[in-house]
């Protein structure tokens, strides 16, 4: 069993240990009736979607000092609500969404907000992410919050295994403890935004999590595999013309169905590391990596298919002939993707899959 899966109820109440602050949704409708915070949490969270939690704190604590209900935004003209929500991302489109859910709650609701999720989504501008989070801190029901950060840790962590959010809140309702499901979201937002982030602070991680986490752990196995082998860090300018090993890790920013030679493969968002030779008299380690780095090249090997659509981030170098094995060591901790070997060996992949 994977340490975290057992372990999972522990990260949680480490977290809620460790951090002790309130994400900016929950901040902001802090000191206010049950109708003004119900309503302060719907709106907030609808401005947020694609935008920095310190713009969304800036443009909800201005709107809110001239919008304090429904009948508000019913009447304020939309030039205005839109002076007042820039420099929120899409600020236009939600102006007028906000200029629709006040009428909609005033003519339909009585100026209440519903207390259903199915009659939540149903208003402009409101997924399932502000439906779940209006019912936790409005109306303190059981609902998952599922936001970018808890998709991407709790996949991270390999507690559930999904494409999307609406995927993962529905995996996590299947196998979280209900008495984590309102702490979770503020939790892992919190830790996302500190420490976990799109990219991992893992040095500054609680030791506590570090020993649970199967991604640090992988990153330190990885660490072990390029101290074996002496592999150097170098950057795309100062690749040896030197024969050799190298390991090359792309990234994949959106999950992709890619054409290989003549086979389709979904290759998931993440990191991929791929490991390659250059062991020739005239075939160099310079020579090699730059016709990867190279937008001209023409598809010889599998590689240069993903290499179309990822980019790559790191390159590590080692002297000797080193590719099979380093294969074999990667093979132990990491997801290999088949089809991805050499034609001079028995190896099932070269290229191995980290999950982001």
Request: hydrophobic residues 35%; contains cysteine; charged residues 30%.
């Amino acid at each position: 069993m994977d340490p975290i899966e057992s372990n999972f109820d522990g990260f949680l109440d480490i977290l809620s240990e460790k951090l002790k602050k309130d994400a900016v949704v929950d901040q902001i409708s802090k000191n206010s009736t049950f109708e003004e915070r119900a309503f302060k949490i719907l709106v907030s969270t609808s401005l947020s979607a694609r935008t920095k939690d310190e713009t969304t704190a800036k443009v909800s604590k201005n709107l809110f000092r001239v919008i304090q209900n429904p009948e508000d935004l019913l009447n304020i003209p939309i030039n205005e609500l839109e002076k007042l929500v820039y420099p929120a991302g899409f600020y236009k489109t939600k102006s007028k969404n906000l200029k629709e859910l006040g009428k909609i709650l005033v003519e339909k609701y009585n100026s209440k907000i519903p207390n259903s999720i199915d009659e939540l989504v149903k208003l402009p501008g409101v997924g399932r992410k502000t439906a779940n989070l209006v019912m936790t801190l409005a109306f303190s029901e059981d609902a998952i919050c599922v936001d970018t950060h808890v998709h991407r840790i709790t996949n991270r962590l390999n507690y559930v295994d999904t494409k999307n959010p609406n995927e993962t809140e529905m995996a996590l309702r299947k196998k979280l403890p209900k008495k984590y499901w309102k702490q979770i979201n503020n939790s892992l937002v919190i830790f996302g935004q500190d420490i976990c982030g799109f990219v991992p602070k893992c040095s500054s991680c609680f030791p506590e999590i570090k020993k649970i986490c199967p991604y640090y752990s992988s990153i330190l196995e990885i660490l072990k595999i390029y101290e074996k082998y002496n592999f150097k860090k170098v950057s795309k300018t100062k690749i040896p013309r030197e024969r050799g090993t190298y390991v090359l890790r792309i990234k994949i920013n959106n999950s992709k169905n890619i054409l290989v030679g003549k086979k389709e493969i979904q290759f998931e968002k993440g990191d991929y590391f791929y490991i390659g030779s250059a062991m020739g008299n005239s075939l160099n380690l310079y020579n090699r990596i730059n016709r990867h780095l190279s937008d001209e090249k023409k598809k010889r090997w599998h590689i240069d298919y993903l290499l179309e659509f990822g980019n790559i981030k790191e390159i590590y170098v080692t002297d000797g002939s080193f590719e099979c094995s380093v294969s074999k060591d990667f093979e132990a901790i990491l997801k290999g993707i088949f089809g991805f070997g050499c034609s001079d060996c028995k190896c099932k992949s070269h290229l191995y899959f980290l999950k982001p």
